[in-house]
């Protein structure tokens, strides 16, 4: 019995991250939107910010994207105040793409700043302990698809 109650939660568990990961493409698609980007270029525009500088090359290969697609997205970028492109120190025939964080946060804050405050409100809900196998679960999720990305990139 206790078999096909685990057997089911893991069903539905995938199910439901399933329809998580679909609404949290559809939601970023409508942060873009909001922005004047497309999907790519918020994306993009993300792994800068968490990045930091990066060789446009770099930037390709992070997101997957051709190093075609990427002059596009970083174009769409620096025309939006999103980037700059700048020569690398290092390298000077080298383009190294630098977000510009202050209009990251003056356009991106109030843009998350009512799913920062719901957020906080239903983790309220939660213990330390739940806080903790929620976390732990979530970055072993991100560990996964990272590898299966690059699993699939190879083929």
């Not at 873009?32 to 910010?49: I, Q, T, V």
Request: proline residues 4%; contains cysteine.
């Amino acid at each position: 019995m206790a078999k096909n109650r685990a057997t089911q939660l893991k069903a539905d568990l995938a199910e439901t991250l399933r329809r998580h990961n679909g609404l949290i493409v559809l939601f970023h698609a409508a942060v873009a939107e909001r922005l004047g980007l497309g999907p790519a270029d918020h994306k993009c525009f993300d792994l800068l910010l968490r990045l930091g500088p990066i060789p446009a090359g770099e930037l390709a290969d992070k997101s997957g994207l051709t190093t075609g697609a990427i002059t596009g997205v970083i174009d769409r970028l620096e025309r939006a105040g999103y980037v700059v492109r700048a020569s690398d120190p290092s390298d000077r025939r080298r383009v190294v793409v630098q977000p510009n964080r202050d209009k990251a946060l003056a356009d991106l804050l109030p843009v998350f700043e009512g799913v920062k405050r719901a957020t906080s409100a239903m983790l309220d809900r939660y213990s330390a302990d739940q806080l903790e196998l929620m976390l732990d679960f979530l970055n072993r999720v991100d560990e996964l698809i990272e590898e299966q990305t690059a699993a699939l990139r190879k083929e």
